[in-house]
């Protein structure tokens, strides 16, 4: 296959393989593997970094914290050859998370400022974000939740402009464990409720499938409704290609073989 080809094919698997993350489709780690050997057979090393790094947090969404240790320590290193600079912040970010996951909560805390520093330094909102919303996490574990709320303070304006809504809603998902922490019911309930309609996006199988879910079990946690939305309404989409994922040629995964 040509180079150009093949970066093109390489490109294309690791956002869908993001994008099935995102929705919780279960070809997500198929897809996003597929990516990855594309990367390494062609020996490009920043590719096959942004892949894993991909791995890494389909890994940690799974639960999944040492394949997900793995791959965000291996997209570290690869993000060496190159030396892009979203590579390093996008590692380190997995890096964070994972540590946050596992409670190793002080390699948690320079990971995640790292992140942030350098992300503000070259203006990439799209990392700033999530450090943030980790790093509200991570000051909730600490037992700080003035802290929690402030680091969010910063997350809500860039996140609705963005728009972002996955961001938005694992924000109001950590609000609402601010609120459940402090004792506020009441709070507690609307920030889940806010956290379940930005999760809902086109409406599912459309929809931020984690946030959603984390959402939905705050509610029932809280004894309150979900919110009654739209269902996702084909007809005002365009119909997709017809296009075989996983066809069974050199880049095939079994995906009777994978453990999620």
Not at 40 to 60: I, K, P
Not at 225 to 253: G, M, Q, R, T
């Amino acid at each position: 296959m040509p180079r150009h080809e093949s970066k093109l094919l390489g490109w294309a698997l690791r956002s869908l393989g993001r994008l099935f993350s995102v929705t919780g489709e279960r070809l997500a780690r198929v897809v996003l593997l597929g990516a990855q050997f594309v990367a390494t057979e062609r020996r490009n090393m920043q590719s096959e970094g942004v892949a894993v790094a991909e791995l890494s947090e389909h890994a940690l969404r799974l639960g999944h914290t040492t394949d997900a240790a793995r791959w965000a320590d291996r997209a570290w290193k690869l993000a060496e050859n190159q030396r892009v600079e979203r590579d390093f912040i996008r590692a380190a970010l997995m890096q964070g998370c994972v540590a946050l996951r596992t409670r190793k909560l002080t390699r948690a805390d320079e990971r995640l400022h790292h992140v942030l520093t350098r992300a503000r330094a070259v203006d990439m909102v799209d990392m700033e974000l999530p450090a943030l919303i980790a790093l509200a996490e991570l000051a909730l574990v600490r037992g700080k939740s003035v802290d929690a709320r402030a680091r969010l303070e910063d997350v809500w304006e860039a996140a609705e402009r963005g728009p972002y809504p996955i961001y938005q809603a694992d924000a109001y998902n950590v609000f609402t464990d601010i609120a459940i922490a402090e004792g506020g019911k009441s709070a507690a309930i609307n920030a889940a409720t806010k956290a379940y309609n930005a999760a809902w996006c086109d409406g599912p199988p459309h929809a931020y499938y984690w946030g959603l879910e984390k959402a939905r079990a705050h509610l029932r946690a809280l004894g309150a409704p979900e919110p009654k939305l739209l269902p996702f309404d084909e007809s005002k989409f365009a119909p997709l290609l017809e296009v075989e994922i996983n066809p069974k040629d050199k880049y095939w995964v079994d995906p009777d073989k994978l453990d999620d």
